[in-house]
């Protein structure tokens, strides 16, 4: 039984946006599957049981007005060692208000360089998250499939 | 929100198959498992006994900054020295084995924080109760009659009464197990 749930944003389309991420950046097969590993026990254990996953909420970044930073977001930090990319999907609780705190939207994949999140893509996350209080149907349980080429 | 055991079956059946198809992938899977273990457990072991990370870290000989990070699931740099202090500091052992890719889908669905969780050594069962060991009747019963205040006479045949009849007790080991359930 899994104590907490992940879901993903989809696009328009209805596509998983973190498999797209996940080919896009060419993140290796074993950072996908740490990352993966990483997730289900956030599901299986819950927050309390993953400690120094979730981050936030975020509040500066670096080109940024603080007031211009959508409230809310998360990042997931999947340290990159042996040379790996800084996985840091943005996330926020929820944001259904049906949904229960142990709850969690992937909303963008992002990669940290330099200690820095990509320019504008909390604003990009903050539109996600819009979209999908609009449009419910715009996410689904996030699975990371083991083929991501 | 929690998840139906149908979709529990579809999680671990899913794993199944990724562990089994792929050699990179399950190498890291399970490295990433360990990772999040090691400092789930010390975590969850830290919080049981009622420590902060302060307290643990005066136990271990270190400072708070350095349980901060040994409870990281992104931290991946173990020494055995360091957890055997830590273990120590917990009131448990480390053990390191090597282990199937098969048992880890039981240990991912199992992962929770009862699972965590251990005993001190003054509240471990299996030290505090000694096993009875039924095979050995007559030492079981000398050390029952001992307990007891009394003497146990390995010549002595007891008897059973059934039907109204007296028989000697020629399987000793059943007594014993009437006498430690009585």
């Not at chain 1, 956030?42 to 927050?47: A, F, K, T, V």
């Not at chain 1, 940024?64 to 990159?80: A, M, S, V």
């Not at chain 1, 200690?115 to 504008?120: E, Y």
Request: charged letters at 30%.
């Amino acid at each position: 039984m899994s104590l907490w749930t992940v879901y993903e944003f989809l696009d328009e389309n209805l596509r998983s946006t973190v498999r797209a991420w996940l080919e896009a950046e060419r993140v290796p097969k074993e950072q996908v599957a740490a990352l993966r590993a990483k997730l289900d026990l956030l599901s299986r254990g819950g927050r309390d049981l993953v400690p120094d996953l979730i981050h936030g909420p975020i509040k500066k970044q670096k080109g940024t007005k603080q007031k211009d930073i959508p409230p809310g977001l998360y990042k997931l930090k999947i340290r990159g060692n042996k040379g790996w990319k800084q996985l840091r999907p943005i996330v926020c609780y929820g944001p259904l208000p049906e949904d229960p705190p142990s709850v969690i939207t992937v909303l963008l994949g992002a990669i940290e360089a330099n200690w820095q999140l990509p320019p504008d893509c909390l604003k990009k996350a903050g539109k996600n998250k819009e979209i999908l209080l609009n449009d419910p149907k715009r996410r689904r349980i996030l699975r990371i499939p083991r083929d991501v080429a | 929100m929690i998840q139906s055991d149908g979709e529990s079956c579809e999680f671990r059946e899913t794993l199944r198959k990724d562990l089994l198809a792929d050699e990179e992938f399950r190498y890291g899977y399970a490295e990433s498992f360990l990772n999040t273990y090691v400092a789930a457990q010390i975590k969850a072991i830290r919080e049981q006994r009622g420590m902060d990370q302060a307290d643990l870290a005066e136990r271990v000989g270190t400072k708070q900054p350095g349980i901060s990070r040994l409870e990281s699931v992104n931290h991946s740099v173990w020494k055995t020295d360091t957890l055997w202090r830590v273990a120590r500091a917990l009131g448990v052992r480390l053990q390191v084995s090597f282990e199937t890719f098969g048992s880890l889908l039981d240990e991912v669905e199992a992962f929770n924080r009862e699972s965590l969780e251990r005993a001190k050594p003054n509240t471990d069962p299996k030290l505090l109760h000694p096993k009875p060991r039924p095979a050995d009747s007559e030492s079981t019963m000398e050390g029952i009659a001992t307990e007891t205040g009394g003497s146990f006479d390995h010549h002595r045949v007891f008897h059973v009464i059934e039907g109204g009849k007296k028989r000697p007790l020629v399987d000793q080991s059943s007594l014993v197990t009437e006498y430690i359930n009585a």
